[in-house]
């Protein structure tokens, strides 16, 4: 079976993969895992080690374009402990769901990060080593900012925040 590896949406090219691993199971095991097979994406991915206290559930790795400047060294931080307003923590909220559904989640949106206005795509993936108890989670994140001109929904104040941050207006919405 083909599978969507080639897809130019990030989250559609590791979830490929993670299909790929998985070989029929449930779900594919962390020991599965190989950087390199997922060359240049690798970098906007981060993997979880899930507790059955989901408080103390830790990032075991960051890639490099979810790193956040402000954080301190990477020492295998509780994800309890993202910035706000970061990638990792608008990535890494659906984490239950994903244990509770036991199954992977898409999700996505408007945000803000570096207070600037973004739209944003997510993907959480369980991982198992013994192929019924979720003890990581793969995950992966990419976005692009929401210059002036690009259309909004008027529902959505979430941007118009940001806009005023940075010195501008909300756009105009094409009639």
Same mark, same amino acid.
């Given at each position: ?77 509780? *994800? ?18 994903? *244990? ?51 259309? *909004? ?23």
């Amino acid at each position: 079976m083909k599978h969507a590896i080639d897809d130019r949406r990030l989250t559609m090219r590791i979830l490929g993969h993670w299909r790929s691993l998985a070989e029929g199971r449930r779900f594919p095991r962390r020991s599965q895992l190989d950087p390199q097979l997922f060359g240049q994406d690798w970098a906007s991915c981060f993997l979880i080690d899930v507790d059955p206290r989901m408080d103390r559930s830790r990032l075991a790795y960051v890639g490099d374009a979810l790193r956040d400047p402000s954080w301190p060294h990477f020492e295998r931080q509780r *994800v309890a402990e993202c910035i706000d307003d970061t990638l990792l923590q608008l990535a890494t909220s659906k984490i239950p769901e994903v *244990v509770e559904r036991a199954a992977p989640i898409g999700f996505g949106g408007p945000a803000i990060y570096n207070e600037a206005p973004i739209l944003y795509r997510s993907i959480l993936l369980p991982l198992s080593e013994s192929g019924e108890i979720i003890d990581g989670i793969l995950g992966a994140v990419s976005y692009r900012e929401v210059a002036e001109r690009d259309e *909004v929904h008027p529902a959505d104040d979430r941007f118009a925040e940001a806009w005023r941050k940075i010195g501008g207006q909300r756009p105009a919405l094409n009639d």
